[in-house]
Nanobody
Framework: QVQLVEAGGGSVQAGGSLRLSCATS????????MGWFRQAPGKEREFVAG????????DYADSVKGRFTISRDNNKNTVYLHMNSLKPEDTAVYYC??????????????WGQGTQVTVSS
């Protein structure tokens, strides 16, 4: 069992930055990989970024490459999503996920509640 709690969402002007955090607890093996997903109104949930906990290997959706950075802090059991140069298209509920998928894009077994990110133009 893994528990995930997201934080850091909010409203920001286009071009601004936000840092999301995902605090994890539970079985370490169940967080072998961590991912960030987002779901905009009327859209299906999409992959944003993922990381292998042990190695730090990362992958990103093309839409956020060069703007978003996923990282993890082993001591704090926390994964972060640093979002820079935010665009209105980034507006969505962002979800943290954990599991042991073959690919960091998923599928994931555990999900956080989500945190709203709103980017205005």
């Amino acid at each position: 069992q893994v528990q995930l709690v997201e934080a850091g969402g909010g409203s920001v002007q286009a071009g601004g930055s936000l840092r999301l955090s995902c605090a994890t607890s539970g079985r370490t093996l169940n967080r072998y990989a961590m991912g960030w997903f987002r779901q905009a109104p009327g859209k299906e949930r999409e992959f944003v970024a993922g990381i292998r906990w042990s190695t730090g290997w990362t992958d990103y959706a093309d839409s956020v490459k060069g703007r978003f950075t996923i990282s993890r802090d082993n001591n704090k059991n926390t994964v972060y999503l640093h979002m820079n140069s935010l665009k209105p298209e980034d507006t969505a509920v962002y979800y943290c996920a954990a599991g042991s998928p073959a690919l960091v894009i998923g599928p994931y077994d555990y999900w956080g509640q989500g945190t709203q990110v709103t980017v205005s133009s």
